[in-house]
């Protein structure tokens, strides 16, 4: 037996996960009054930051760099990605993982396809336009 493992109640040796979750089992209300405390500890320096700051602390704040805060080549990318003139995007299939189409996509596929089967775990983006229609 090594130090790792102590008897269990029948004799066998218990491993160091057994001990854990039964330490856990049995503390179960002083760990969690404990992660209660951390959380309103962590909450109180947040509202004292922003108090500090004097900013408007909110459930909904996140912080979003302006575009002047974007790298170089980050913002040369962002601006590469937008497509202000109206295209035409092609139709396609999307991975939806263990997720099921709905029976919308489903029809919508079958009329593109000439009435195949979408496949599993898939669902149909058909064609569509995208852009704003302004010259860049």
């Known amino acids: ?13 218990t491993s160091v996960f057994q001990k854990s979750k039964n330490w856990v089992k049995k503390n179960r209300d002083e760990i969690m009054l404990v992660v209660v405390l951390a959380g309103s500890v962590a909450l109180q320096f947040a509202r004292d930051y922003y ?15 302006p575009v002047s805060d974007l ?23 999307v991975d939806l993982g263990d997720r099921r189409a709905s029976e919308e996509a489903r029809e919508k596929y079958r009329q593109a396809t ?23």
């Open 71 to 93: 790298t170089p080549e980050a913002e040369s990318e962002a601006q590469r990605r937008q497509s202000p003139e109206k295209h035409q995007v092609k139709g396609a299939l």
């Open 1 to 13: 037996m090594t130090d790792n493992e102590a008897p269990s109640e029948d004799g066998e040796p």
């Open 114 to 136: 000439g009435g195949d089967e979408l496949p599993d775990g898939k669902t149909y983006r058909p064609p569509h336009e995208r852009g704003s229609g302004e010259a860049a």
């Open 51 to 65: 108090a500090e700051e004097g900013l408007e602390a909110s459930e909904s704040s996140i912080y979003i760099p």
